[in-house]
């Protein structure tokens, strides 16, 4: 239902989709900060490892996120480096909406 209700955004003025920036890393603490008319009810961060495989081909490992404030989660990742990370988001609707990757050296 994600691509009608941005649609729907669009043409028949209902609320938006949650607007991600891109996830910000302090050591092991990465951070997502948004924008949303709705509630976001749930956000997991998405990692791999397998930097050397097509991004299809890539083991990936989830966790969920912790709200931190009104607008932000954060989640500790204590996994191996070098990876490359995403944050998901959930809304009330069900409206699911992903942020850039972000790479850790």
Sequence with gaps: PTPYLFAD???????PLAELDPPAADGNRLTLSYRSQLPVEVAALHWTT??????TDRTWQAIWA???????F???????????????????????????PIQLP
């Design 74 to 100: 954060t989640a500790d990742l204590h996994a191996p480096r070098p990876l490359q990370a995403f944050f998901t988001t959930v809304d009330q609707r069900g409206a699911l909406v992903s942020s850039e």
């Design 50 to 55: 397998d930097l050397e495989k097509p991004w």
């Design 9 to 15: 955004s669009i043409f028949r003025s209902v609320p």
């Design 66 to 72: 912790n709200t931190a404030t009104a607008g932000q």
